[in-house]
């Protein structure tokens, strides 16, 4: 039987499946259902900027109210403002908030460690270099293999240009990085003018490992309610081509190993991916969609193609596919179509 194990993270793991950050991997149950089911690795369900932010403020303005609003002087709302200019209590308190937040997640962290014996992969999720820092430390502390930080700059504010937006993610790797020693990953989003370049300086930052890409949720709007909603929070099957298309043109040039995720719901399609470079792939939709034992689905599969193209390793045939390895490259950044379109009437 074909070895499926690979390397990722300087960790070994037994199958390039990763369990994407998730609901699904956001309780210890689901973590080790995950395992039960053959996972590689899990991530682990973000912590987030926001959600700390978010408590800090409930928790402040609860003290506010049994302070008989004492702090009010000189007090803005943490998560309209992003204000730090505080009275020294106000500091305090808010510190306070910050780890009772953060403890919640720490212990999440070492109970998931403690219940699998397959790689647990801390998640955080940040738009800013706040704090993230001290952050990352605890979570190294509370005994997670891996980190992955998770940052999606949406390029929507009008008064930033495109190097200030980028700098954002190179800001939070370079505090994260300074403060951590276990592995770290940046799952980061496409909306960039130089994806290419960007992703190749990101590599080179000392990151161990470049997910792609962040799946944002979409808005929608309601015709009848007139209300604006959330729209395909799971990803369908063929979502995985614009991923495919990114890891066969940074396969073998970025500066560190790439990871798969929107879209993979089936051992073919995670056979693409590391057919077109990945190191390994994460699964979260297909989950949510059929419950835990795809994961061995996929494992399966994958394990059953290598054995009928008498490929003995995952290294046998990663990149095999990517543009680099291919008769035709140009295949891969096609974007049009003229005969195509043209026949199409
Ligand atoms: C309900 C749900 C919750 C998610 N929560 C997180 C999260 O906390 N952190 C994160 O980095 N990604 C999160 N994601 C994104 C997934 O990790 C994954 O990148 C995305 O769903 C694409 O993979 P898929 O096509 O296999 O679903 C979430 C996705 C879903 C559907």
Excluded at 25 to 47: D, P, Q
Excluded at 320 to 339: C, D, G, L, T, Y
């Amino acid at each position: 039987m074909a070895d499926l194990s690979t390397q990722y993270l300087g960790l070994k793991l037994k199958n390039p499946v990763i369990v994407g950050s998730s609901g699904m991997t956001g309780t210890v149950a689901g973590v080790v259902h995950a395992a039960e089911n053959g996972a590689g690795a899990v991530v682990l369900k973000s912590i987030f900027e926001e959600q700390i932010l978010h408590e800090m403020d409930s928790y402040l303005s609860e003290t506010e109210k049994d302070n008989g609003n004492s702090f009010q002087k000189g007090y803005k709302s943490v998560l309209n403002e992003r204000e730090y200019d505080y009275e020294e209590a106000y500091s305090y308190l808010a510190d306070h908030a910050k780890d009772l937040t953060l403890r919640k997640f720490l212990s999440f962290v070492s109970e998931a460690k403690k219940a699998v014996d397959i790689p647990v992969i801390a998640s955080i999720n940040c738009t800013t270099a706040y704090d993230w820092h001290y952050f990352a430390r605890k979570i190294e502390e509370a005994g997670a293999d891996a980190l992955e930080l998770n940052v999606y700059v949406l390029p929507s504010n009008t008064t930033k240009n495109s190097a200030e937006n980028e700098k954002v993610y190179f800001d939070i790797v370079k505090a994260v990085l300074e403060q951590v020693k276990i592995p770290v990953s940046l799952k980061m989003g496409y909306y960039f003018s130089g994806l290419a370049t960007t992703a190749i300086e990101l590599s080179k930052t000392g990151i161990s490992g470049l997910v792609l890409f962040n799946r944002p949720f979409h808005p929608d709007i309601d015709i009848n309610k007139m209300e604006t909603h959330a729209k395909y929070l799971l990803s369908d099957p063929t979502e995985y081509s614009h991923v495919l298309r990114w890891m066969a043109l940074l396969s073998g040039r970025v500066g560190c190993p790439l990871v798969a995720t929107t879209g993979i719901h089936t051992g073919e399609t995670a056979i693409k991916q590391l057919l077109a470079g990945a190191t390994a792939i994460e699964v979260v939709s297909a989950i949510y969609k059929h419950g835990y034992p795809v994961i061995s689905e996929i494992i399966n599969d994958i394990s059953k193609w290598m054995d009928e193209k008498g490929y003995k390793s995952i290294d046998d045939f990663r990149g095999k596919m990517n543009q680099q390895s291919i008769a035709n490259p140009a295949e891969f950044e096609r974007v049009q179509f003229m005969r195509l379109y043209s026949e199409i009437v």
